[in-house]
């Protein structure tokens, strides 16, 4: 739900009915993870998508009766050997989907619009939903901010809205989107309670270190993967939001400065492009003993050989080299901008995701792998 939060919020806020379909869990190449979210309101509108197309039109359906009869389904999709045209995931994949509704009456309605808005915000919110238990639980929702404070909950049960605003919170500390199980009165044993745990973190960063064309390219692709990108160069004639209007934010600094003081987190990418000695041996001396996702570093073999003597003569250990993506990015023969910016995103995706940049065909690994790091952007799962 929170993936569409944008569209969602405006809808709470113009008073429309709706139904919201959210992925709950997946099973086997599923394509969409959970928190994929389809929605629709009572004009037959329809925003967002839980199967990229297999399953839309069922879906869409049990979207329109949830808003004519109120009721609260989890339904699972799969896929049918018996009918190749049956509703169902061609891929092979399962998933289950929450379909509800958020009409002006439904007592959830302000806690989930109060979440929506957080996230439209570009806020960190989590949202939990109950899928599975008791029927006097479900359709009850409770909203957890960074902070640890949280609002509405699960009526006569204080124990269980303390214990899934703490697990809550742990989801949102990670930036993911999953099904949680506990008891119904917030212990460990008793009833089982299934829920839906949504979180919406701040898009990552991306550091572009090095206002030079391969930049330029490189911060196309940054937004197009949903990164909040930065580009930092010592030089203002280069650093000009001309030249980067994609931006969203052009800083004239040196490099090592510069990330001296800026926040990174452990989703933050850093790729210096700059192959300067001055710029780069400071820079890399400090980026890679931050706990940052990835580090990259564009130059030649031979200008790799160089900085890393240099680096080594800096007291860079061996350890930390490793951690030194150089030369930036995959083995594709890129040769124009464009073409280095997908070698490099693919590199980051790669990491990201414990790819291996492999051809797909005539491989047996999978083509989804688990997260091995917090999300990009809103959910915790992007495909």
Not at 123 to 131: D, I, K, L, S, Y
Not at 155 to 160: K, R, T, V, Y
Not at 178 to 192: K, N, Q, T, V
Not at 324 to 332: A, H, K, N, V, Y
Request: proline share 6%.
């Amino acid at each position: 739900m929170l993936d569409i939060a944008e569209e969602l919020n405006r809808w709470v806020e113009q008073g429309r009915d709706f139904a919201v379909a959210t992925v709950v869990t997946v099973g086997g190449s599923a394509p969409r993870g959970p928190g994929a979210a389809l929605a629709v309101d009572a004009d037959g509108t329809a925003v967002g998508s839980v199967s990229g197309g297999c399953v839309e039109g069922a879906v869409y359906e049990l979207c329109a009766q949830a808003l004519r009869d109120g009721g609260t389904v989890l339904e699972r999709f799969g896929h049918s050997d018996e009918d190749a045209f049956a509703v169902g995931l061609t891929c092979g994949g399962v998933v289950d989907v929450l379909v509800a509704p958020v009409r002006a009456a439904d007592p959830a309605r302000p806690v989930l619009g109060s979440a929506l808005a957080a996230a439209a915000r570009g806020e960190a919110v989590a949202v939990a939903r109950v899928v599975g238990g008791p029927a006097d639980l479900r359709g009850r929702a409770l909203v957890v901010r960074p902070d640890g404070s949280h609002e509405g909950g699960f009526g006569a049960h204080p124990e269980l809205d303390r214990t899934v605003a703490a697990e809550a919170s742990a989801f949102l500390d990670a930036g993911r989107t999953g099904a949680l199980e506990i008891g119904a009165e917030g212990s460990r044993c008793g009833a089982p309670l299934t829920l839906l745990v949504e979180s919406s973190v701040p898009p990552p960063r991306m550091i572009v270190f090095g206002a030079i064309d391969f930049a330029s390219a490189l911060v196309r692709v940054g937004k197009f993967l949903g990164h909040h990108v930065t580009v930092c160069d010592a030089r203002p004639v280069f650093a000009t939001r001309a030249r980067f209007p994609e931006a969203d934010e052009i800083v004239v600094e040196w490099p090592h400065e510069y990330l001296g003081r800026t926040h990174v987190d452990a989703r933050t990418v850093l790729c210096v492009l700059t192959h300067d000695a001055k710029f780069d041996v400071p820079l890399l001396r400090l980026a890679l003993r931050l706990p940052v996702a990835y580090v990259g570093a564009m130059g030649s073999r031979r200008t790799h050989l160089d900085r890393e003597a240099r680096l080594r003569e800096a007291g860079v250990t061996d350890r930390e080299l490793a951690r030194l993506r150089s030369p930036i990015g995959l083995d594709l023969g890129a040769r124009t901008p464009e073409e280095t910016a997908l070698s490099v995103a693919a590199e980051i995706v790669a990491d990201r995701r414990g790819g291996s940049g492999a051809p797909l065909t005539g491989a047996h690994t999978p083509i989804h792998h688990d997260d091995r790091s917090a999300p990009a952007g809103r959910t915790g799962s992007v495909a």
